[in-house]
């Protein structure tokens, strides 16, 4: 198979160039092809005629989306847009990243892929708008929404609060947010078995099982063997400029009817601190 990613110099984009091997793949960052630029997508994907193309570029800050919201909607929606329409011309598969934030956060059982869109923030109405738009112009594309993703090779919570024990006695972390945590290793092999599946429609691909910020730092600090203590905070207490969703865990029921299974995320994490200090 031929493979286009794009966002490869990202925390997935990176892991996704680790972890595949066997077929024909070109990794591209915004400079080779910004996914705003519609002519400039259609030439690479033209030049390239990818079986698949990756789409894990996103403009991830969602505190900054909340700031910048032109520039979220433009490449999150409008961006994600030009790529579906060049995978359409192109006769390409599109796998396209989307996130937990299209929820509200107000159930407390598992979303599944049919439940509602009802996102709180400008970066999860960014996705949830691109996902309407991608199944209007190529409805067999496939939409794997996955979240709280750590890894190497880039800024994440793990990475965040390592660095913080390393400094700091007490960290006071969140306690009323639950979701499921996801090594970008982990994400990219599943990635890998949809594309050799020819998946197609919506897919939540996280690890298995869930908890708090909180209760992930303190497996963080644990793991890590730091002395720190973690205390469980709330939301209102950390105010961030975007809300997040209260429970946002995700049923891997979608991912398992492609016959992929993930790893719990106590062992996510303890690979992925492996993988830090080597
Ligand atoms: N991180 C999470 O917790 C999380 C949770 C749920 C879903 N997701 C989704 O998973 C995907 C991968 O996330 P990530 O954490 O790996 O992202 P990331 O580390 O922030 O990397 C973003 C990537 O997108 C590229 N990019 C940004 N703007 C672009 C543009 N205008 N044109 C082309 N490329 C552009 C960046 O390229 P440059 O390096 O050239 O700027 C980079 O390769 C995204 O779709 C994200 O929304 C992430």
Same mark, same amino acid.
């Given at each position: 198979?031929?493979?286009?990613?794009?966002?490869?110099?990202?925390?997935?984009?990176?892991?996704?160039?680790?972890?595949?091997?066997?077929?024909?793949?070109?990794?591209?960052?915004?400079?080779?092809?910004? *996914?705003?630029?519609?002519?400039?997508?259609?030439? =690479?994907?033209?030049?390239?005629? &990818? $079986?698949? +193309?990756?789409?894990? !570029? @996103?403009?991830?800050?969602?505190?900054?989306?909340?700031?910048?919201?032109?520039?979220?909607?433009?490449?999150?929606?409008?961006?994600?847009?030009?790529?579906?329409?060049?995978?359409?011309?192109?006769?390409?598969?599109?796998?396209?990243?989307?996130?937990?934030?299209?929820?509200?956060?107000?159930?407390?059982?598992?979303?599944?892929?049919?439940?509602?869109?009802?996102?709180?923030?400008?970066?999860?109405?960014?996705?949830?708008?691109?996902?309407?738009?991608?199944?209007?112009?190529?409805?067999?594309?496939? *939409?794997?929404?996955?979240?709280?993703?750590?890894? =190497?090779?880039?800024?994440?919570? &793990? $990475?965040? +609060?390592?660095?913080? !024990? @390393?400094?700091?006695?007490?960290?006071?972390?969140?306690?009323?947010?639950?979701?499921?945590?996801?090594?970008?290793?982990?994400?990219?092999?599943?990635?890998?078995?949809?594309?050799?599946?020819?998946?197609?429609?919506?897919?939540?691909?996280?690890?298995?099982?869930?908890?708090?910020?909180?209760?992930?730092?303190?497996?963080?600090?644990?793991?890590?063997?730091?002395?720190?203590?973690?205390?469980?905070?709330?939301?209102?207490?950390?105010?961030?400029?975007?809300?997040?969703?209260?429970?946002?865990?995700?049923?891997?029921?979608?991912?398992?009817?492609?016959?992929?299974?993930?790893?719990?995320?106590? $062992?996510?994490?303890?690979?992925?601190?492996?993988?830090?200090?080597?």
């Amino acid at each position: 198979m031929k493979v286009t990613i794009l966002g490869a110099t990202g925390l997935l984009g990176k892991a996704l160039l680790r972890e595949w091997s066997g077929d024909e793949i070109v990794g591209l960052s915004s400079r080779d092809a910004d *996914i705003r630029d519609a002519d400039k997508v259609r030439e =690479v994907i033209n030049e390239a005629r &990818p $079986d698949w +193309i990756v789409l894990a !570029a @996103a403009y991830t800050d969602v505190d900054g989306c909340e700031t910048h919201q032109d520039l979220a909607f433009s490449v999150n929606r409008d961006g994600a847009l030009n790529v579906a329409k060049a995978a359409s011309e192109a006769g390409a598969r599109l796998l396209f990243l989307s996130s937990d934030y299209v929820f509200d956060g107000k159930k407390t059982s598992p979303y599944e892929t049919a439940d509602a869109r009802n996102p709180q923030s400008v970066y999860g109405y960014s996705k949830a708008e691109a996902e309407l738009r991608l199944l209007e112009v190529l409805p067999q594309c496939c *939409i794997a929404r996955t979240s709280w993703l750590f890894g =190497v090779g880039g800024k994440c919570f &793990p $990475d965040t +609060i390592l660095k913080l !024990a @390393a400094t700091r006695p007490v960290l006071d972390v969140v306690n009323d947010q639950v979701g499921c945590p996801t090594y970008s290793v982990d994400l990219a092999r599943a990635i890998t078995q949809l594309c050799r599946k020819y998946a197609r429609g919506i897919v939540h691909v996280t690890n298995t099982g869930h908890c708090s910020w909180f209760g992930f730092a303190r497996e963080i600090v644990r793991g890590a063997g730091l002395a720190t203590e973690v205390r469980p905070v709330t939301s209102q207490q950390m105010a961030r400029p975007a809300p997040r969703p209260a429970y946002s865990v995700l049923s891997r029921a979608s991912l398992n009817q492609w016959g992929i299974t993930m790893p719990q995320w106590q $062992d996510a994490l303890q690979r992925y601190l492996r993988e830090r200090i080597s």
